[in-house]
């Protein structure tokens, strides 16, 4: 396994961070000896530990265009005269479920702007706070690439994330590096909220009950996006297509020695 940190100094931003992915990416980046400012809805609900000069906190509700701009106002005033490293869009939410027929035009713009507006404006905005070579990483899912019944309102933000680090990978390949990373069924709190559902509203529900002892541990998946964050050289990090964890390839670099997955294909 490799560990030489490619990533430029400087401090990273993670959003999503009160749980799941984000919260443990952020120990991992504090272990890696990261400055981290992490962003989170509400600061009362996150259980990461008491924030020093190396964890920062800033909270911002991304699913409403204001909140969104008080993301980069906290961020801007929580980095300083220090410099941007990476950026990570891991802030997500599957709910809620069901066909589109079922949702309002404001819990579509909700899940649009959470998803897929907030990454493209973080990074645009943050991109004069970044040092050269800067990376940006957008948590994506194969919902981002399949459409699945039920799911219509993840799927189509996602989707429109996956063209959004496509346009930054297009119009701004010297100011930021843009790659894209789809973590697998990871045994989080979004995972349950796809068991739970009541089938007879949410069919898949059926599909992720049944699917529950293949998830992924979460530090695990942690492990395979902070090797791509920090041990990636610049020529493979900004690939197009999405990183994936099921991606036998790169196991050897990331994947520790005895660990192997039980369900290689989905
Ligand atoms: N778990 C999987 O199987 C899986 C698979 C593929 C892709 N992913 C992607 O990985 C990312 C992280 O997922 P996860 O499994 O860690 O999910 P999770 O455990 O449900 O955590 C989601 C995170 O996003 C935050 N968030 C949700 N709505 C927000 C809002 N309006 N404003 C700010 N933050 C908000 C949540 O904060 P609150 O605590 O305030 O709600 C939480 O910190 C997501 O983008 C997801 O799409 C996950």
Not at 11 to 38: D, F, H, K, P, Y
Not at 145 to 164: I, N
Not at 174 to 180: H, I, L, N, S, Y
Request: proline share 8%; hydrophobic share 45%.
């Amino acid at each position: 396994m490799s560990q030489i940190d490619q990533l430029p100094a400087g401090v990273v931003v993670v959003t999503g961070t009160s749980r799941g992915l984000g919260r443990e990416l952020v120990n991992q980046l504090r272990q890696r000896g990261r400055s981290v400012i992490a962003v989170v809805r509400r600061i009362v609900s996150c259980t990461l530990p008491a924030h020093d000069d190396d964890l920062q906190m800033v909270e911002a509700d991304l699913s409403t265009p204001a909140g969104i701009e008080a993301a980069i106002e906290g961020i801007e005033l929580a980095l300083g005269p220090r410099s941007l490293a990476a950026l990570v869009n891991g802030a997500g939410a599957v709910t809620p479920v069901g066909p589109l027929v079922a949702h309002s035009s404001n819990a579509m713009t909700a899940a649009l702007t959470l998803m897929a507006i907030a990454p493209a404006r973080l990074s645009v905005a943050l991109a004069q706070r970044m040092v050269p070579a800067a990376r940006v990483l957008n948590l994506s899912t194969r919902s981002a690439h399949e459409t699945f019944p039920g799911l219509s309102l993840y799927c189509m933000s996602k989707h429109a994330l996956h063209s959004v680090s496509r346009s930054l990978q297009l119009e701004c390949p010297t100011t930021m590096a843009v790659a894209e990373l789809i973590p697998g069924e990871v045994d989080t709190d979004m995972q349950s909220d796809l068991r739970t559902p009541d089938p007879a509203d949410f069919k898949m529900a059926e599909f992720f009950r049944m699917n529950q002892p293949n998830l992924i541990p979460t530090g695990l998946a942690v492990a395979f996006i902070a090797w791509v964050l920090l041990d990636t050289s610049p020529d493979d990090y900004a690939r197009t297509d999405p990183w994936y964890v099921y991606d036998a390839s790169t196991h050897p670099q990331w994947l520790p020695q005895g660990v192997a997955f039980n369900y290689p294909e989905p």
